[in-house]
């Protein structure tokens, strides 16, 4: 594989000329392949055809908006990752974002420097398998449990009392670095440095909590406990 290929390739969806300019530019001097779209349908079809390894998205798109495109690739198995990039900084469009399958979620205006080190750490996190890390383990082939639930690294896979439980490459992140430190309380910022790698808002923290509840929660008794105002710990439930 030449150097050409080797590069991370980024398709950046923004209908303003001057931030895909402004993004290409960045991220083409740290490495990364830029390929760009002004509109959503065009966006759509690249994403389709070239497989792009990170969607930098716009929201606010003039034919389809950025949480639709999202959508549409999601249902259609395309687990590529995407960082939300938009002026819509209400809390909701966040978790709205986020809900929709987004890894990130930045708002204008914002630091190119930062848009750059949240790709890499996006792009580390790995596309749908797993991918050695220092701080979670993930990758050493470990097979960990807490009461009845169980996550097989080496296999990638989660069951709670023997059911096979889906989960996203994100979801799966978070819950192995849970069940590393069973019955430890973690604050959302330890968890948004392990598991996303780099400093977000903490609602990413709030909304994967959340999915992993609905998800394993209807298998037994509840396993991820808050600490209101501290963080989150995985314990069995009656466990202090």
């Not at 150097?3 to 398709?11: E, G, I, S, W």
């Not at 990752?81 to 709205?96: E, G, K, N, Q, Y």
């Not at 848009?115 to 979670?136: E, Q, S």
């Not at 383990?137 to 449990?145: E, F, R, T, Y």
């Amino acid at each position: 594989m030449d150097d050409q290929t080797a590069k991370p390739r980024v398709l950046v969806v923004d209908d303003e000329r001057n931030i895909r300019d402004l993004v290409g530019v960045a991220l083409r001097f740290h490495g990364f392949d830029v390929v760009s779209a002004a509109r959503g349908y065009e966006a759509l079809e690249l994403a389709r055809t070239r497989a792009p390894d990170l969607l930098v998205l716009d929201v606010m798109l003039p034919d389809l908006d950025g949480f639709e495109l999202c959508r549409r690739l999601r249902a259609a198995g395309d687990d590529v990752p995407v960082i939300f990039l938009t002026a819509r900084d209400a809390p909701a469009d966040t978790v709205h974002g986020l809900t929709l399958g987004g890894d990130d979620y930045v708002t204008k205006p914002f630091s190119v420097e930062a848009l750059v080190a949240r790709a890499r750490a996006v792009l580390r996190r790995g596309r749908g398998g797993p991918a050695a890390d220092a701080d979670t383990g993930i990758g050493a082939g470990a097979i960990l449990s807490v009461a009845d639930l169980e996550l097989d690294e080496g296999r990638w896979e989660v069951r709670r009392g023997g059911t096979l439980v889906e989960l996203s490459p994100t979801e799966f992140r978070l819950l192995a670095f849970l069940m590393r430190h069973p019955g430890q309380v973690l604050t959302k910022a330890q968890l948004l440095e392990h598991v996303w790698g780099f400093g977000t808002q903490s609602q990413v923290v709030e909304t994967y909590i959340s999915y992993l509840r609905r998800k394993l929660d209807p298998l037994g008794p509840p396993l991820i406990h808050t600490q209101r105002g501290v963080g989150y710990a995985l314990r069995p439930a009656g466990d202090s």
